[in-house]
T-cell receptor, first 112, second 117 residues
Framework: DQQVKQNSPSLSVQEGRISILNCDYT??????FLWYKKYPAEGPTFLIS?????DKNEDGRFTVFLNKSAKHLSLHIVPSQPGDSAVYFC???????????FGQGTRLTINP | GAVVSQHPSWVICKSGTSVKIECRSL??????MFWYRQFPKQSLMLMAT?????????EQGVEKDKFLINHASLTLSTLTVTSAHPEDSSFYIC?????????????FGPGTRLTVT
């Protein structure tokens, strides 16, 4: 049972344009969400998070949107840069519990 | 801040031998650490939650006698793959939560590539 799903295995975006990565979840108990970026043969790096009491959180070029009724979140990167090329994982958790559940990841490629 | 290290970064071992991987939080204390496994082009699979001073909690389907976890201090957790088989070859990643932080984010180590021949 895949509780967190990233349905797009890959995404290609032109440099300078907006990248939108999507994530869906099924467990309504999840109340905080995170996005991680991962390069090959490295551990994931935390990017941005959002609590279920918010619907938007912004940090520089990165903005995460949460739609609780649709059980959907998205990560917007604007403007996209070549260094943004990586695999992006969304993750969800329940406050008070410890573990995170990760999606399958989306490989983002930024084309010059 | 919030740096997690892993050692070794890669290891090759023969079938039947045991391999120990260390995970350290360098600038914070972590009562809880996590061990993940990642197969090529797949997601991170949580193997177990490591709690300082107590037994690890293993996810369903993970053999606790094969993947021994020890969390002896607030900055160190170890994963020992016992009697390794070629199918244990994978990328193992640890993460830790800063017990002094209100944030729920996990900080990840750089990973260890294990190859069993």
């Amino acid at each position: 049972d895949q509780q967190v799903k990233q349905n797009s295995p890959s995404l290609s975006v032109q440099e300078g344009r907006i990248s939108i990565l999507n994530c869906d979840y099924t467990n309504s108990m999840f109340d905080y969400f995170l996005w991680y970026k991962k390069y090959p043969a490295e551990g994931p790096t935390f990017l941005i998070s959002i609590s279920s009491i918010k619907d938007k959180n912004e940090d520089g070029r990165f903005t995460v949107f949460l739609n609780k009724s649709a059980k959907h979140l998205s990560l917007h990167i604007v403007p996209s840069q070549p260094g943004d090329s990586a695999v992006y994982f969304c993750a969800a958790g329940i406050q008070g519990a410890q573990k995170l559940v990760f999606g399958q990841g989306t490989r983002l490629t930024i084309n010059p | 801040g919030a740096v997690v290290s892993q050692h070794p970064s890669w290891v090759i071992c023969k079938s039947g031998t045991s391999v120990k991987i260390e995970c350290r939080s360098l600038d914070f204390q972590a009562t809880t650490m996590f061990w993940y496994r990642q197969f090529p082009k797949q997601s991170l699979m949580l193997m177990a939650t490591s709690n300082e001073g107590s037994k690890a909690t293993y996810e369903q389907g993970v053999e606790k006698d094969k993947f021994l976890i020890n969390h002896a201090s607030l900055t160190l957790s170890t994963l020992t793959v016992t009697s390794a088989h070629p199918e244990d070859s994978s990328f193992y990643i640890c993460s830790a939560r800063d017990q002094g932080s209100l944030s729920y984010e996990q900080y990840f180590g750089p990973g260890t590539r294990l190859t069993v021949t």
